[in-house]
């Protein structure tokens, strides 16, 4: 599990060149600073977690059980709460801000967001299919899946099928993307490729969890 994390919205995408004139993709985030509300541990939560806000909003606007919960920890209302799943929380407190400072150049992150809805789609763009022959009696087939059902026995199609359906929209994560540039000042983070989610959508990024297998 992850040692340190961050929440970040999705700017977009850009280019920068690196020492030897090459151009590296980059996926630019600003990582608003987290403020820490509440801290989950094994002992009386069973998992051990960060309960984080980041933003601010009137207190006015939020239900009685969400106002109250701020109150307790003492904690400036944000614009929503997530939890943040950490191996250990004893090095943090209720209150502190967690900013981009935590990342540094060069390391490695894994990073989890909403992907992008694509609506319904066949099962050549949803699942990678080869599609059919184009060629040789094939008749406005060439993007259709094929035989997908049974014989009498069972008669149906088994559960599981690889079909055309709603693609996208799911959490997704990506792996072992590494930070080509951490701006404090500015509160942006530069990530080298592309991370999941529209413009504007908000991602959780931290350290990667198989960096040590890479390095083998």
């Known amino acids: 599990m992850a040692t340190k994390a961050i929440i970040g919205k999705k700017l977009g995408m850009t280019q920068l060149w690196d020492d030897d004139g ?6 630019v985030l600003r990582v608003d600073r987290c403020r820490v509300v509440q801290m989950k541990t094994i002992d009386t939560d069973g998992y051990s ?9 009137d207190p006015d606007r939020l239900i009685s059980p969400l106002r109250g919960h701020f109150e307790a920890h003492g904690v400036e209302p944000g614009t929503a709460l997530v939890e943040l799943r950490l191996d250990d929380v004893s090095e943090f ?6 900013g981009v400072d935590v990342l540094a150049d060069g390391e490695l992150v894994d990073v989890t967001a909403v992907s992008k809805g694509k ?6 763009k949803r699942h990678g299919f080869s599609g059919q022959g184009a060629s040789h009696g094939a008749h406005k087939i060439h993007r259709q899946p094929g035989a997908v059902g049974q ?10 099928r690889k079909m055309p359906g709603r693609h996208g929209g799911r ?3 990506t792996l072992n993307l590494q930070v080509v540039r951490s701006d404090v000042e500015r509160d942006l983070l530069l990530l080298k490729g592309s991370v999941p989610g529209p ?4 991602v959780v990024i931290r350290n990667a969890v198989k960096a040590s297998a890479l390095k083998v």
Not at 199 to 202: D, F, M, P
């Open 22 to 27: 090459r151009v590296v993709p980059v996926t």
């Open 49 to 57: 977690a960060l309960q984080v806000t980041w933003g601010h909003t």
């Open 93 to 98: 407190s209720v209150g502190q801000e967690i």
């Open 119 to 124: 609506g319904f789609t066949g099962v050549m």
């Open 151 to 160: 014989c009498a026995t069972p008669s149906r199609i088994f559960k599981g």
């Open 171 to 173: 959490k997704t994560t």
């Open 199 to 202: 413009r504007g959508a908000r």
